[in-house]
């Protein structure tokens, strides 16, 4: 008890459906290639705005 839940900075919360499955392991899979053409930074972003959530620039990266 008196334990609190707080997001530790730089890290995020999503949910992915069962029929995205392979796809998000052949990302996980990939990742390190796939960051020398996109930073973190771009594609996150990128997600956001395909998705339609809203976000204010200043704290969406560090």
Same mark, same amino acid.
């Given at each position: 008890?008196? *334990?609190?839940?707080?997001?530790?900075?730089?890290?995020?919360?999503?949910? @992915?459906?069962?029929?995205?499955?392979?796809? /998000?392991?052949g990302?996980?899979a990939n990742? *390190?290639?796939?960051?020398?053409?996109?930073?973190?930074?771009?594609?996150? @972003?990128?997600?956001?705005?395909?998705?339609? /959530?809203?976000?204010?620039?200043?704290?969406?990266?560090?």
């Open positions: 008890m008196g *334990q609190r839940f707080a997001w530790q900075e730089g890290y995020g919360g999503f949910n @992915v459906g069962r029929s995205q499955r392979q796809a /998000v392991a990302y996980i990742q *390190q290639a796939h960051h020398q053409k996109w930073s973190f930074e771009q594609e996150f @972003v990128a997600l956001l705005r395909k998705t339609g /959530v809203e976000y204010d620039s200043r704290y969406v990266v560090g």
